[in-house]
């Protein structure tokens, strides 16, 4: 029997009363400007001719469940927001050689290979930057380098900055979650590599699968208990024996980060944005396609 999460179920909608709040760190943040958690909200108030909202805070920041009744004040209800497919889907790379980025070393020889790769990059892959047109991509281009077009059609729609920070946390604790479950393992005491999975069956994941359901929310997606689980599990496996990517500059095993696996799972093949904080050349438009070892060049799509 599928496991139940707290707030989230197939049919994509929350209880009522139920909303997603991003609220601003209290303290600074290396990570994220601020948190989207649920909270229930209890009524609507205007203060100096600005609409807030009465609400209980129902997650903390790491997604695990609260147990407190106290209120405070907030205005940024993401969930009110409508919805955007981002029209224009081409990510421009500009270098002479194509190069991915943001992998992890599944070496061993790192404390923590997860979140030490990355606290706020979206994955492992092609990083770029969403331009509406082939000409404004010349434009950026120094020195005559190479323009690749990427087509991101199939990407994960990035709303706003809250849906990209939401996507920031939900890949940071995963990655910290990992990095305490690959810390305690010695890989060679394992007859079975299946059983890595015990490590996370025998754990409870509920503030990842929050998390990570923050984050599909707002594109009308659901991500279960029991899929998330065996994607990490899968995951733990392909840490351990996948030694297939390597580093040309050092010889080293590489791994594409978690986030990869969970996105590619749900049917997205990288992520794309359009707006000023997330479209940026190693932020939030990134092909998780890296594999093509024959691009076209000026501008020709090479997928």
Same mark, same amino acid.
């Given at each position: 029997?599928?496991? !139940?999460?707290?707030?989230?179920?197939? @049919?994509?909608?929350?209880?009522?009363?139920?909303?997603?709040?991003?609220?601003?760190?209290?303290? @600074?943040?290396?990570? &994220?400007?601020?948190?989207? !958690?649920?909270?229930?909200? =209890?009524?609507?108030?205007?203060?100096?001719?600005?609409?807030?909202?009465?609400?209980?805070?129902?997650?903390?920041?790491?997604?695990?469940?609260?147990?407190?009744?106290?209120?405070?004040?907030?205005?940024?209800?993401?969930?009110?927001?409508?919805?955007?497919?981002?029209?224009?889907?081409?990510?421009?790379?500009?270098?002479?050689?194509?190069?991915? &980025?943001?992998? #992890?070393?599944?070496?061993?020889?790192?404390?923590?290979? +997860?979140?030490?790769? @990355?606290?706020?990059?979206?994955?492992?892959?092609?990083?770029?930057?969403?331009?509406?047109?082939?000409?404004?991509?010349?434009?950026?281009?120094? %020195?005559?380098?190479? /323009?690749?077009?990427?087509?991101?059609?199939?990407?994960?729609?990035? !709303?706003?900055?809250? =849906?990209?920070?939401?996507?920031?946390?939900?890949?940071?604790? &995963?990655?910290?979650?990992?990095?305490?479950?690959?810390?305690?393992?010695?890989?060679? %005491? +394992?007859?079975?590599?299946?059983?890595?999975?015990?490590? $996370?069956?025998?754990?409870?994941?509920?503030?990842?699968?929050?998390?990570?359901? $923050?984050?599909?929310?707002?594109?009308?997606?659901?991500?279960?208990?029991?899929?998330?689980?065996?994607?990490?599990?899968?995951?733990?496996?392909?840490?351990?024996?996948?030694?297939?990517?390597?580093?040309?500059?050092?010889?080293?095993?590489? /791994? #594409?980060?978690?986030?990869?696996?969970?996105?590619?799972?749900?049917?997205?093949?990288?992520?794309?944005?359009?707006?000023?904080?997330?479209?940026?050349?190693?932020?939030?438009?990134? @092909?998780? $396609?890296? %594999?093509?070892?024959?691009?076209? $060049? !000026?501008?020709?799509?090479?997928?």
């Amino acid at each position: 029997m599928s496991r !139940q999460i707290s707030f989230f179920n197939e @049919s994509l909608k929350l209880d009522t009363n139920i909303e997603l709040i991003y609220l601003e760190n209290a303290e @600074s943040s290396p990570d &994220t400007m601020g948190i989207t !958690q649920l909270a229930k909200i =209890h009524k609507s108030l205007i203060i100096n001719k600005k609409k807030f909202y009465e609400i209980s805070l129902l997650t903390d920041t790491n997604g695990d469940v609260l147990d407190s009744s106290a209120k405070i004040l907030a205005n940024n209800v993401v969930s009110f927001k409508i919805h955007k497919t981002i029209k224009n889907r081409k990510l421009y790379y500009l270098e002479d050689e194509i190069i991915g &980025t943001i992998f #992890a070393d599944n070496t061993l020889e790192n404390k923590n290979p +997860l979140e030490s790769t @990355s606290r706020s990059a979206l994955g492992s892959g092609i990083y770029g930057v969403n331009l509406p047109t082939l000409f404004e991509a010349k434009k950026l281009s120094v %020195d005559n380098r190479n /323009i690749y077009e990427i087509d991101l059609d199939k990407a994960f729609d990035i !709303q706003d900055k809250e =849906h990209g920070e939401s996507i920031t946390t939900a890949s940071l604790l &995963t990655n910290r979650f990992l990095d305490r479950i690959i810390s305690n393992i010695n890989i060679n %005491d +394992l007859d079975d590599m299946l059983e890595l999975k015990d490590f $996370i069956k025998n754990d409870n994941i509920e503030n990842l699968v929050i998390l990570w359901n $923050i984050v599909f929310y707002r594109n009308k997606r659901y991500l279960s208990y029991d899929k998330l689980e065996n994607i990490l599990c899968d995951y733990l496996i392909e840490f351990f024996t996948n030694h297939e990517l390597i580093d040309k500059n050092n010889n080293k095993s590489l /791994i #594409a980060l978690p986030i990869n696996y969970i996105m590619k799972e749900m049917g997205y093949i990288g992520l794309i944005a359009d707006d000023i904080y997330n479209n940026g050349w190693n932020r939030g438009c990134v @092909s998780y $396609i890296f %594999d093509k070892s024959d691009p076209l $060049i !000026q501008g020709n799509s090479f997928y």
